[in-house]
Every structure is written in C-alpha cells, then in structure tokens.
C-alpha cells in the first residue's frame, strides 16, 4: 500500500488535473495487485508532462508480466507529442530496470480510427463511450 500512497501523491503533485483525475481511481482500485504498474505509470505521466503540455486525445494502460502496455492516440501530424510519449516510454523503462519491470508504448494517429485493443483500459478521457472495468 505505501507504492500506491506515493504514487498517488506523485499523481496529484504533478500538472494535468485532467488525467491525474481520470487515473487516479484507476489505480487505487488496482493497485495492491500491480504496484510496479503503478508506480511505472506515474513515472510515465511524470516524464510526459516534462516534455510536453499537450495531452493525448486518449490514453489507455494494459498488463503483461513484467510489462505496463501503454496506448496512446494523438492528432495526426503532432510529432513532437509522439516524440513525448516515446521518450517517456523510454526514461520509465530506464527507471524501472532494476525491478525488472519495462513499459511498452504504442502510439496511434486519431485519423486512423482505431479502436482501443480489448486488453487495454482507458485511462483518459473519463468520460470516453469505452467505460472502465474492474480488474
């Protein structure tokens, strides 16, 4: 429980209430079963909010063994956000190697209208058509 507590406090110190707001349930409620998943999603929306100040028009996290999945859409053409999210991807896994632990970031263009893979759950917007589910 203290990961989640740290995480948490990681997660409301940084910029971006939006998604701050939209995750933070989110991983409370899984939390005690993936503590490096938290913990790596924090370092990633750290990382990402450091070198951008745009937001992608979705985010959504799945799980692996030793892998948080990250899926993100952004508006065609915005490189240096895909670059952001990328770079992120890359900081957090250097971060967590110790632990064994690696992200895995996939970014998609909205123009492309895909939909968001069935082992993903989005994260951000809250209020998007594909709800949260309980893990």
């Given at each position: 429980?203290?990961?989640?507590?740290?995480?948490?406090?990681?997660?409301?110190?940084?910029?971006?209430?939006?998604?701050?707001?939209?995750?933070?349930?989110?991983?409370?409620?899984?939390?005690?079963?993936?503590?490096?998943a938290?913990?790596?999603?924090?370092?990633?929306?750290?990382?990402?909010?450091r070198?951008s100040?745009?937001?992608?028009?979705?985010?959504?996290?799945?799980?692996?063994?030793?892998?948080?999945?990250?899926?993100?859409?952004?508006?065609?053409?915005?490189?240096?956000?895909?670059?952001?999210?990328?770079?992120?991807?890359?900081?957090?896994?250097?971060?967590?190697?110790?632990?064994?632990?690696?992200?895995?970031?996939?970014?998609?263009?909205?123009?492309?209208?895909?939909?968001?893979p069935?082992?993903?759950?989005?994260?951000?917007?809250?209020?998007?058509?594909?709800?949260?589910?309980?893990?």
């Amino acid at each position: 429980m203290l990961i989640c507590r740290e995480t948490r406090n990681i997660l409301l110190s940084a910029s971006g209430g939006e998604v701050r707001n939209a995750i933070t349930p989110f991983f409370d409620r899984t939390c005690t079963r993936f503590s490096c998943a938290t913990l790596a999603f924090a370092e990633f929306i750290k990382e990402l909010e450091r070198r951008s100040t745009r937001l992608p028009e979705r985010l959504a996290v799945g799980f692996a063994d030793a892998k948080l999945l990250i899926w993100a859409e952004v508006k065609g053409g915005d490189e240096d956000l895909m670059d952001a999210l990328l770079l992120a991807d890359a900081h957090t896994t250097t971060l967590m190697q110790d632990l064994f632990y690696a992200t895995s970031t996939v970014v998609v263009e909205s123009e492309d209208n895909l939909e968001v893979p069935l082992h993903y759950q989005i994260v951000y917007p809250q209020d998007s058509s594909e709800k949260l589910n309980a893990v």
